[in-house]
């Protein structure tokens, strides 16, 4: 995918971030328990902060097109999609099978910051 499309992906992400979010406060409150509006919450906070990230990191591809970079972007869409995801599926009452998605979530949102990790220590060291 070119790096304009994956800036698209994660304005778009970090847009519907901000939808569900005002969904769950607004939509949701008087229809989920309060541990399910905990997990609506949990899902929005990953959801936004990762979407920022994949942003941030997005606009750095535009000048540097490193292959890291563009790995983290696609592990962090993916463990959004699949984190976040599962959380809001759980939280509206999807069947329990959704639950072993979220750890699968949470571990390419690691990958995903791992491979910034990796970009980093092949930048060259800054001159004095």
Do not use: N
């Amino acid at each position: 995918m070119a790096t304009k499309h994956l800036l698209i992906a994660a304005a778009l992400v970090g847009a519907v971030s901000v939808l569900l979010g005002a969904f769950g406060a607004h939509g949701l409150k008087s229809v989920l328990t309060e541990a399910q509006l905990g997990s609506w919450r949990t899902a929005v906070h990953y959801h936004q902060l990762h979407a920022l990230l994949a942003l941030a990191l997005c606009l750095r591809l535009l000048a540097d097109p490193a292959r890291r970079l563009r790995l983290a972007v696609y592990s962090l869409l993916a463990g959004i999609a699949l984190f976040s995801g599962s959380l809001y599926g759980l939280a509206l009452g999807a069947p329990a099978w959704f639950g072993p998605v979220t750890p699968i979530g949470g571990l390419l949102l690691m990958i995903g910051w791992l491979c910034v990790v990796a970009y980093a220590l092949r930048l060259p060291a800054p001159e004095r």
